[in-house]
């Protein structure tokens, strides 16, 4: 589940960093900074992702992203692929760490 949240989430960082560089000759620095104080969030999120205020900020960041698309409007399209995507890690990460669970709980294999 960690695996698959922060590589989403490193992944947002970098596509943020693209549309400020398309944001940038046409609109306030305010987008500039909206844009460097989302990545320093992101970048916190991957680091909490050990818990459980981790995986709500990154939620949380998937909502900021989708409000920069009024800055950038082909962020709309991108920011629909990065929210499945992250929907997909939390089930996939769950269903993987409840077979993970499962497993050890067998303990180990008797030859």
Not at 35 to 43: R, S, V
Not at 57 to 62: E, K, P, R, T
Not at 67 to 96: D, E, H, Q
């Amino acid at each position: 589940m960690k695996v698959l949240g922060s590589t989403v989430l490193t992944m947002e960082i970098f596509v943020m960093g693209f549309a400020m560089l398309l944001a940038k000759d046409n609109h306030e620095t305010a987008t500039i900074v909206y844009g460097f104080a989302f990545m320093a969030l992101t970048i916190c999120a991957v680091g909490l992702l050990r818990k459980r205020a981790g995986w709500i900020l990154g939620s949380i960041l998937q909502f900021a992203l989708m409000a920069y698309s009024v800055v950038v409007p082909a962020m709309a399209i991108v920011n629909l692929i990065f929210m499945g995507l992250w929907v997909a890690a939390i089930i996939v990460g769950r269903k993987g760490e409840a077979a993970r669970a499962a497993l050890l709980a067998q303990g180990p294999p008797k030859p």
